[in-house]
């Protein structure tokens, strides 16, 4: 059963950079047809989906996100990474990590989430 | 790209069936069978329960079934449980090769 954990600061201060950390236990980030996605989800707010990467390194990312994202991956780690730089408030939310079924199209294994707050 | 458009809020009373719907465009919805619906309660990560429009992972009970028509996908629940309770998001893949989640439906049980 694969299973997903988030990892990284609570706390951010405006201007700074985000950076999470997810690590993936179960299997092998780097067996079968799956990409690895960031999704966040602001305080009482539906689900943003961020961007994916797959373990070649290609990325895709949210337009209104994309000139201040980067998703990156470890594969000796068993991990892949987020990073949001020039944070507000408005990026305060619970970041999830979760799995993609690369035939699907659709993200069957979830994190617990963390929540990041920006605030000074 | 826009969210997903779903209504706010949905009810129903044990036993019942409800129905929640899910409308995007040509680029997204309309355009592609890779329509999921995730089921989240309080506190919890969102949890899959329905793929390809209509593809039930499993463990999910048959009590969840999923549509489409056009640019509006469906989420039907019948034999509503008190466990049902909870917020519902459907996402979509999008012709730019990204992702676009529904603004959420809580469902209560009456």
């Known amino acids: 059963q694969v299973q997903l954990q988030e990892s990284g600061p609570g706390l951010v201060k405006p201007s700074q950079t985000l950076s999470l950390t997810c690590t993936v236990s179960?299997?092998?980030?780097?067996?079968?047809?799956?990409?690895w996605s960031w999704i966040r989800q602001p305080a009482g707010k539906g689900l943003e989906w961020i961007g994916r990467i797959y373990t070649s390194g290609s990325t895709n990312y949210n337009p209104s996100l994309k000139s201040r994202v980067t998703i990156s991956v470890d594969t000796s780690k068993n991990q892949f990474s987020l990073k949001l730089s020039s944070v507000t408030a408005a990026d305060t939310a619970v970041y999830y990590c979760a799995r993609g079924a690369d035939f699907e199209l659709t993200f069957d294994y979830w994190g617990q989430g963390t929540l990041v707050t920006v605030s000074s | 790209q826009s969210a997903l458009t779903q209504p706010a809020s949905v009810s129903g009373s044990p036993g019942q069936s409800i129905t929640i719907s899910c409308t995007g465009t040509s680029s997204d919805v309309g355009g592609y069978n890779y329509v999921s619906w995730y089921q989240q309660h309080p506190g919890k990560a969102p949890k899959l329960m329905i793929y390809?429009?209509?593809n039930r992972p499993s463990g999910v009970p048959d009590r969840f079934s999923g549509s489409k028509s056009g640019n509006t996908a469906s989420l039907t629940i019948s034999g509503l449980q008190a466990e049902d309770e909870a917020d519902y998001y459907c996402?979509?893949?999008?012709?730019?090769?990204?992702?676009?989640f529904g603004g959420g439906t809580k469902l209560t049980v009456l």
């Open positions: 390809e429009v209509s």
């Open positions: 996402s979509s893949y999008t012709s730019s090769s990204t992702w676009v």
């Open positions: 179960g299997g092998s980030i780097s067996s079968g047809s799956y990409y």
